[in-house]
């Protein structure tokens, strides 16, 4: 056994491998000290080494549930970066569990913070995350489904449901999605979004991310599926619908009244995000009789020293805000917030100030932007930021009836948008369980 190890690692020499003699067995064993924890001294060298009984020794082989057997050399190299141990005993072949688990704390949600609900977020192990999960779904039909990604990772996953809600169809489909993966390293969740989404360039996803236990309890519990990845604090949600993505956790936990205001708060921020700019240009440009003539004396009158088209005036203030949303995330959390805070309203009260952009222009950018961070989702938010240029380059064409086209076309895109099957812009979805009866029928 060691000498086919050897030939695995032959450059590798953290690699320990050793023919260990008590006098009465002689076992073989090879194991990465630095991917191993201290149970392989209580496991396997104490009980071989100073209270050895060969019949003791051989039920604790059957017994121990960390001993597995492992006749398969083909098996042994990823048995061996897993953390387990592997001992040749009587010319047959065990592997030991002892791979070492650094301590994780459960940290409280970065991402997705709430005001009223649980602060507890996933963590980067994998079976902390389904401690927490069981902690909130405690049934007894939670199905987990192991599987390992990445020819060089081997990362682990659990994909979770609950096998009385979820629709064996879709389970179906993304089984046959996952056999279609094909990744070197699988690192994160974003990773297996590209993997899993059918059509990669899709506008708006398809696949939801989340860091809290709370919101995944909630999903499983309409018939959603779960994928939990060791080294992601983040979980992904299939089939899901728009709803979901504008959906806060918010909302489980106020009043009635008051999460239906918030969203159609985030509903109308969407719509001012995506058609703000371009009814902008489409107004100053094309039609300023749709206002008043009061109003668009005002607005005539801020851009009468700016010296070029309103289109390059929006360009110019919206990629000053892309440059300051993506300057706070690079930007170390220390200085992030006040650097970017101090650079906007320095460069907007300078850039107005010079004739570069007008007055109503600071106000369109300042609503495009706050409209855009009320969105609960960042991969939806990010999806609405694109959006709102391709509006923009309509509307230097067309002015509003190229918007309301275009607004038009984007609609009919999304109900013909789907989620594992699902319509993507569903108001309501029935029970799966009742999907299924129905197709037993």
Sequence with gaps: MIEEIRSDFIDATDLFTDILDNGFWAI????????????IKDGVLVPFSYRFDPDEFRRMLHSNPKYENADNPKEWANLLLKGYVLLKIEGKHYSFKSDRTPVTQIDI??????????????????????FLLRLRYNVPSLTVEPFDKGTLSRTALFVVYDHRLVNPNILKSLHKQLDKVKLDLLQSSGQMIKQLTEKSRRLFPTILETERPDRVASMLSKGKIAILINGSRFALLLPVRLFD???????????FWMSRLLSIVRYFAVVLTITLPALYIAIV???PEIFRVQIAFTIDGSRAGVPYPSFIEVFIMLFMIEALIEASIRLPRIVGSTATTVGGLILGQAAQQAGLVSTIMIIVTSVVAISNFVIPNVSFSQSVRLMKYLFIVIAMIYGVSGVAVLFFALIVYLCNLRSFGEPYFALFTSRSKEKSNKEKG
Aim: charged share 25%.
């Design 28 to 39: 073989e064993i090879a194991y990465f000290p630095s991917l191993c924890d201290e149970r």
């Design 285 to 287: 440009s094309y039609n």
């Design 109 to 130: 949600a970065q991402v997705e913070s709430t005001l009223q609900g649980p602060q507890a977020a996933f963590t980067e192990d994998l079976n902390i995350n389904m």
């Design 245 to 255: 993505f504008m959906h806060a956790m918010d909302d489980e936990y106020e009043s």
